[in-house]
């Protein structure tokens, strides 16, 4: 098993409204969320070792999130987390990557599936940190604090720390 000190909440940067199925299941062309985000990272220059992509979820060439969570609530898997991922620059090779669905208004499924799913990593790999991926910025003016103006990405646009201290509830905006 690789090494995990990181878990790294990301958003899609998506509408709220699109919840990024494309088509209706069971019909011909119909595309779910993770492979849509599959297509972007295969056009951002993405790609899977072809033994990862033999061994685990074969259709997805590209993605970097370890989980993708839609929008319904729905927790669906991308690469393998023994596999490492492409979600943070310089962060991949000890984190897991978790994409939320949207972009700062998530749906209270999200924020339940969410919490779940920490919690489950949480037994697996107790000594991870988990942070959003605005706070794996370079703290530009070295006093120990990654604030808002030095954030490269808003992504999650919440702040973790805060709702892992709530008991990873909903902030009061969630719909």
Not at 7 to 15: D, G, L, Q
Not at 117 to 143: C, E, F, M, W
Request: hydrophobic share 35%; aromatic share 10%.
């Amino acid at each position: 098993m690789r090494p995990i000190t990181l878990i790294v909440i990301h958003c899609s940067a998506s509408p709220n409204s699109d919840g990024l199925f494309r088509g209706s299941p069971g019909t011909p062309g119909f595309i779910p969320p993770v492979q849509v985000i599959d297509g972007w990272h295969a056009k951002r220059g993405f790609h899977r070792a072809p033994e990862a992509r033999q061994r685990f979820n074969p259709e997805l060439a590209a993605i970097g999130y370890h989980f993708v969570i839609y929008r319904n609530g729905g927790i669906v898997t991308g690469r393998s987390v023994e596999e490492v991922g492409a979600h943070v620059a310089g962060f991949n090779q000890k984190s897991l990557g978790i994409c939320l669905v949207g972009t700062d208004k998530f749906t209270t499924d999200q924020w339940s599936s969410l919490a779940e799913l920490i919690g489950t990593l949480r037994k697996t790999y107790p000594a991870a940190r988990i942070v959003g991926h605005r706070d794996l910025s370079p703290d530009q003016n070295k006093n120990g604090i990654v604030e808002p103006f030095e954030w490269l990405k808003t992504c999650p646009c919440f702040d973790v720390a805060k709702w892992l201290e709530s008991g990873m509830q909903p902030p009061g905006d969630a719909p």
